[in-house]
């Protein structure tokens, strides 16, 4: 055998498995994240849900674990996903513990953004090691959510005894660690909701708006657009900013306006907010006009008195 030879990757299935893995909360993102562990070598072991879908999502991407109750799935795993709604977390840990489940030694991960490690406290008490691992990327419940994982960040919050533990899982999962403070995971979190949810509601509204005006085929109109324009803000932030309210076209923005209420009235609250907003950043950076800003604030002002 030629030891210079390139060797075959080693198929997950043949690695000795480190840590036993354990899914509560079988929602789009606790299965990703154990398949995820899988082909870094762990073992998930068991995994609970509720919801039809939510077994059905476990099947398919776990397939071969069992699907028990969470107090079954502590007794066998070592590490434990909590992937259950953020409003769902506080109830669920001091359940877990008022019950015994969770075990000395124990790793607990939670996902959600809101929260850093106060509220695994309950399981610290217990002896459980508590982690906060929160992938900043969307998830759709399938398989492509395991790919996508490649070079994602995660909002990471541990015990500094525990936070090259807290890296090593998020790099084992093909991610990037970024350190969170613990008082400031409400404001990382709002950061991310505020980029990514409401970029969800933008484009939906806006593909709407293009087929009442006829458009055919309003994903492959904003495609390119939408493209172009994240890239720039990423690379460029407020300098990005284009269109009438950074130009001050006051006209046209009223035109807008009128167009919205006429058209989908629902749209009119959130163009407003968002256009006063922009036009405020646009102001800041010197690329809005104190002239011209004048009218348009004007315009802005009138839409919400209509």
């Known amino acids: 055998m030629n030891p210079t030879a390139p060797q075959e990757p080693l198929d997950p299935r043949d690695r000795p498995a ?28 068991a995994a609970s849900g509720v919801s039809d879908a939510s077994l059905r999502r476990a099947a398919a991407m ?3 674990v069992p699907l028990v109750t969470p107090a079954e799935v502590l007794a066998r795993a070592e590490l434990v996903l909590l992937t259950v709604p953020d409003d769902a977390l506080p109830g669920l840990v001091e359940g877990l513990v008022e019950t015994g489940a969770v075990r000395p030694g124990q790793l607990l991960v939670h996902t959600s953004g ?21 992938p900043a990327m969307t998830f759709t419940g399938t398989a492509v959510d395991v790919q996508r994982l490649a070079g994602c960040s995660f909002g990471v919050t541990a015990p500094e005894e525990l936070r090259l533990a807290a890296e090593a899982l998020v790099i084992e999962m093909g991610g990037e660690p970024e350190w969170i403070e613990e008082q400031n995971r409400p404001l990382y979190h709002a950061a991310l909701a505020l980029g990514a949810n409401h970029l ?3 484009v ?14 309003p994903d492959r109109m904003l495609g390119p657009l939408l493209g172009a324009a994240l890239d720039n803000a990423l690379r460029s932030g407020d300098a990005a900013l284009t269109g009438p309210v950074a130009r001050g076209d006051a006209g046209t923005v009223a035109a807008h306006v009128a167009e919205l209420r006429k058209h989908a009235p629902a749209a009119v ?38």
């Not at 036993?20 to 070598?41: E, H, K, Y």
């Not at 609250?269 to 036009?279: K, Q, S, W």
């Open 114 to 134: 809101r929260y850093g490690t106060k509220v695994l406290e309950p399981a610290l008490r217990a002896g459980a090691l508590p982690l906060a691992l929160h």
């Open 18 to 45: 480190r840590l036993t893995v354990g899914v509560v909360g079988a929602g789009r993102v606790g299965p990703a994240l154990a398949a995820s562990l899988r082909l870094a070598g762990h073992r998930p072991v």
């Open 204 to 217: 939906a509204q806006s593909m709407e708006l293009l087929r009442a005006a006829g458009v055919g085929a």
């Open 269 to 306: 609250a959130g163009y407003l907010a968002m256009a006063r907003t922009t036009a405020d950043r646009a102001l800041a950076h010197g690329m809005l006009k104190p002239e011209l800003a004048e009218d348009l604030l004007g315009v802005l002002a009138e839409g919400d008195l209509r």
């Open 62 to 64: 776990l397939p071969d």
């Open 200 to 202: 969800v509601t933008l």
